[in-house]
């Protein structure tokens, strides 16, 4: 993510990462990782959301793109491979 994030930012993708844990861990875990995208803490209350945009069972990891108007485009449930995800970026961003 943080790779595609960097190579497609002047096209405007914007990444972000929504936290399921709480900010002392989520602190702690982005001070050992270089990650150049915004994370957000959303702690409990990301299990509603994930529910609402798709992933009834609260699997991670999980993923959705949104278009530029807002519009939901893909749900991806499990990790992606760097194939995957270019190839849902290359189709977003068409």
């Given at each position: 993510m943080d790779a595609a994030?960097?190579?497609n930012a002047a096209i405007g993708l914007q990444v972000v990462g929504i936290a399921v844990d709480n900010a002392a861990?989520?602190?702690?875990?982005l001070k050992s990782v270089q990650i150049g995208y915004t994370v957000l803490i959303a702690e409990g209350s990301?299990?509603?959301l994930m529910r609402a945009l798709g992933n009834p069972s609260g699997v991670l990891p999980f993923s959705v793109t949104v278009d530029g108007a807002g519009?939901?485009?893909q749900r991806k449930l499990g990790a992606y491979s760097a194939q995957e995800l270019r190839s849902d970026l290359a189709a977003l961003l068409r």
């Open positions: 994030s960097r190579e861990n989520v602190s702690k875990y990301a299990i509603g519009r939901l485009r």
